[in-house]
């Protein structure tokens, strides 16, 4: 996982998750490890593929659970999905995706693309501390 950072403002971050009480954990935690990056947040699939298009972050972080679309229930195959349209896009840079769930088990379905993707990729069980959710982040973030 090697982006560059965005000139403007160091990193550009898309945390994609649902949950009021981990973007809550989150949130702060990115905010103290990187100050100069900007974090975006969608809490829904829709919303996501709208920021992604218009700002091309460094990285995506992105727990699988989502609703479609605001005020729809929250649900593991949109996330599945929505990760394997952004692993396929065309789009020039790649993002480094930092995949945030209670069950990362679906994964195992996209094991070929994931292998093959030219971002970065890596998955972790959101339960874990945070604090190796932030040296996931770092490793995400590695300059060329």
């Known amino acids: 996982m090697n982006p560059t950072p965005s000139p ?65 229930p929250a649900n593991p195959e949109v996330g599945i999905q929505w990760l394997e349209s952004l692993m396929r896009s065309a789009t020039p840079t790649k993002p480094n995706i930092l995949v945030l769930s209670t069950n990362i088990k679906p994964l195992v379905r996209l094991t070929s693309m994931i292998n093959t993707y030219e971002g970065g990729f890596t998955a972790m069980d959101k339960t874990r501390p945070i604090h190796e959710m932030l040296r996931l982040t770092d490793l995400g973030t590695v300059k060329k």
């Open 8 to 72: 403007q403002y160091g990193y550009l971050f898309l945390v994609v998750d649902d949950h009021e009480a981990i973007l809550e954990g989150t949130l702060p935690a990115l905010k103290s490890q990187y100050p100069d990056a900007k974090i975006i947040t969608a809490k829904d699939r829709q919303s996501a593929e709208q920021f992604l298009v218009q700002l091309s972050p460094d990285l995506v972080l992105i727990d699988l659970s989502l609703p479609d679309r605001p005020g729809t």
